[in-house]
């Protein structure tokens, strides 16, 4: 049981008492008898799930926590039974990135989170050379007011990302309490929970077997840019599994071999480029790739012309995240999300289908 009760100076009843713990406005609390230890450790013990540890210390450190009138200067002031700890949650401040007009198709929305089906071109988050544009600008538009902070600041929560030019699924964070349940949930990579994310790609050739393993080490390539995979145990390899079972075949031949295939990957892992390097690994790199896969551009010069006129144009890696599963971080309901395939690579797959 809780050693204290929080309530906002402004009204004392009880109403007030069991508000949003991180909604902004004042909020004091008693401790207990049995109250030590760190400032910051116990504020957090005292209002989970609404606000983290780390949240917490930034508060104290802008000046927001008081105990017994006195502002607290350090996260690690210790606490004393019968302190009161006075602390001022801040409207969330306005993102840097601002809200622009751009079209989304939206899957579910509600004042937790949202799940879009990500267009081809679109980046996730601004950085260098993508400052607008991008997916956060987007929701920030788009969701206005219901974005009630992250990180005490008013932007969507992104939790796991796709590439500019993969399309399908994604869930992102409308307030800490989402972000942290659903950043959880993507780090444990459904080994304890409901979490499930599957793709859809076409790549070249014909791997080996009807399903498949790849555990193979990613860190960055040479270049700095790409990744690859890496058997050392530089500060950045990260260990790395994709499972792969193949759905299609394109063109098989008495030989063995075929065109390409449209395989299913599910992710035990969620690396940079996980699914493009691997499958580039075992030599069945994604149609489209230039960056793991740009040698076998060639490859369509044995195909027929209709189909080599199709398969070149394609403007981007034969990549779809068509499957995403997840627990709902209020409800605890189990949330099932599916996207079809895009209408490119469904003229792709149609395309090599005809052979």
Known sequence: MKNATPFTEAD???EAQDADQGQPGAQTLVAGEDAEGRLDAWLAAELEPDLSRSRIKALIEAGAVTV???TAKQAKHKIHPGDRVELEMPEPEDPDPVGEDIPLEILYEDDDLIVIN???GLVVHPGAGNWTGTLVNALIHHCGDSLSGIGGVRRPGIVHRLDRDTTGVMVVAKNDLAHRHLAEQFADHGLTGPLERA?????WGKPQGLKGTINASLGRARDRIRRAVRTDHGDDVRHAVTHYLVCERYEEKPDGTCAATLVECRLETGRTHQIRVHMAHIGHPLIGDLDYGGAFRTKANRLPEEVRN???AF????LHAFL???EHPTSGETLRFEAPLPADMEALRATLASL
């Open 118 to 120: 990500k267009q081809a």
């Open 310 to 312: 199709v398969v070149n």
């Open 315 to 318: 403007p981007r890696q034969a």
């Open 324 to 326: 995403l599963v997840f």
């Open 199 to 203: 793709y859809q790609a076409i790549v």
């Open 68 to 70: 017994n009138g006195v």
């Open 12 to 14: 004392s009843d009880r």
